[in-house]
């Protein structure tokens, strides 16, 4: 159990929810401040830059960024060993877990549009700040019991002069074909990532989705997608995501414009309850950083000709390489669990410090 330092904050075992291959994420309950907080640890001896550069951008732009459908950097600090970031608190939900709840295995368009409207909105903030997230994929879309979508991880985040048109970065299933040709990173390529989130919602796993990375990438790079027979989206949905998956980069659509597409103007509101089919969390799918499934129901999934597991879950070790980011700035890729002694006892070591930048914070001395 982890111990209470004060009576400001409280961290216990149930508030660990989130391990990747760089970061953990853990809930900090403040009476003081009358509400939550996560608080990402990234551990500074999985970043192969000395100088964490890459980290110190992250932080740079997601402090920078304030949109209700982005979730907000709150404070950051660090020591010898790790980088702490103070985080506005979502629900444990991601658009991912949402689509391996469902019973169907993929969403509605009822519910798909509402989610969709959200997104577009947070990736066009950023565009017209000169900004682009490169890693757009339903894993880093949390979304609240108020169907509240708010977009996440500015790992690979960069402003666009900062660009190197050579590098590769984001999810393997979600890269547009001009970033595998080492043409570099545009607000296309976020359209690219923005279809195949629509699609994956819609069908229930991502379109170029297969059994090998090198499959993927040459699916990607030829243009070879289909819908599932047993699929009943309308025209104007397919429409929307064949445009945006278009091969040759400019002639995608641009946010605006898929914004003032017909499909997106249709008026289908997300449901009250469209969020709140699991009776409790523990009904909620939680999984790991690779997008696997570590606990929860299974949904059940139409059979088609490629029957995954889930939209994360590929069939063996080389095709599990395309569900995870590639990011650039150097994250290792499998977290250390003989580490997470070490790992509680600097998150309690740093609790009070966490109390005094709040303070900070709610007093306007500082972010």
């Not at 932080?59 to 020591?79: A, M, T």
Request: proline residues 5%; charged residues 25%; positive net charge.
């Amino acid at each position: 159990m982890w111990s209470t330092l004060n009576s400001w904050f409280f961290l216990n075992n149930n508030t660990f929810f989130f391990q990747g291959g760089f970061a953990e994420c853990f809930a900090v309950r403040s009476n003081r401040f009358r509400g939550q907080f996560a608080l990402k640890v990234v551990e500074k001896a999985k970043l192969k830059d000395p100088s964490y550069s890459k980290m110190h951008r992250e932080i740079n732009l997601h402090r920078s960024v304030s949109h209700p459908n982005i979730v907000r950097l709150r404070g950051s600090f660090q020591d010898r060993h790790y980088f702490f970031l103070i985080m506005e608190l979502c629900q444990e939900r991601t658009l991912l877990s949402l689509i391996n709840q469902s019973k169907r295995g993929y969403l509605s368009e009822y519910e798909s549009k509402g989610y969709m409207v959200g997104i577009l909105s947070a990736v066009r903030y950023l565009l017209d700040r000169n900004i682009l997230h490169r890693d757009l994929k339903p894993g880093n879309i949390l979304i609240g019991t108020d169907g509240h979508v708010k977009l996440a991880d500015f790992g690979l985040a960069i402003l666009k002069q900062d660009l190197n048109p050579m590098s590769v970065s984001g999810t393997p299933n979600y890269l547009a074909p001009e970033i595998l040709m080492k043409r570099g990173h545009s607000e296309c390529s976020e359209v690219w990532s923005l279809g195949c989130m629509l699609y994956c919602m819609l069908i229930g796993r991502p379109p170029f989705e297969s059994e090998s990375l090198d499959e993927t990438y040459a699916r990607i790079q030829a243009g070879q997608y289909s819908y599932p027979p047993w699929s009943k989206i309308s025209d104007e949905a397919r429409d929307l995501i064949n445009a945006c998956l278009i091969h040759t980069a400019n002639f995608r659509p641009t946010v605006k414009e898929i914004q003032d597409d017909p499909w997106i103007k249709m008026n289908h509101p997300i449901p009250e309850n469209a969020l709140l089919r699991a009776k409790s969390m523990k009904d909620l799918t939680k999984q790991d950083a690779n997008g696997n499934v570590i606990s929860g129901r299974q949904p059940h999934r139409p059979k088609s000709t490629l029957d995954l597991a889930s939209a994360g879950a590929v069939l063996n070790k080389s095709a599990r390489k395309s569900i995870v980011s590639t990011h650039d700035s150097g994250f290792g890729s499998d977290p250390d669990m003989s580490r997470r002694p070490a790992l509680a006892a600097a998150v309690n070591g740093y609790l009070n410090d966490i109390g005094a930048l709040l303070g900070r914070i709610r007093n306007k001395e500082c972010c």
